[in-house]
């Protein structure tokens, strides 16, 4: 069973930085596109950051240069370096991929950005 396990969230202030790991278990993270999503109360679920197999990075326009999506091949995690956080990132964060047509998201981490 494909596991993905977050970590790394927390309560930030704005403008501080902020970098969530997703650990996956029974795949390789290179062999995948792996996906962060968040979902803010009373908000659908949004995608924020790919990263294809070939190593490209995709990021909705209001994102892009703040959010970071990386891999560690030797940890088989895929990163997400989150800086300049504002108060409207906060939210719960998960981790997603798709296997042979099934879906697996991880359980979420919580980002919270507050003074």
């Known amino acids: 069973q494909v596991q993905l396990v977050e970590s790394g969230g927390g309560l930030v202030q704005p403008g501080e930085s902020l970098t969530l790991s997703c650990r996956a278990t029974?795949?390789?993270?290179?062999?995948?596109?792996m996906n962060w999503y968040r979902q803010a109360p009373g908000k659908q679920r949004e995608v924020v950051a790919q990263i294809t197999t070939g190593g490209s990075t995709n990021y909705p326009d209001s994102l892009k240069g703040r959010f970071t999506i990386s891999r560690d091949n030797a940890k088989n995690t895929v990163d997400l370096q989150m800086n300049s956080l504002k108060p409207e990132d906060t939210a719960v964060y998960y981790c997603?991929?798709?296997?042979?047509?099934?879906?697996?998201w991880g359980q979420g981490t919580q980002v919270t950005v507050s003074s």
């Open positions: 029974r795949i390789t993270v290179t062999l995948y596109h």
């Open positions: 997603n991929t798709r296997v042979w047509g099934t879906e697996y």
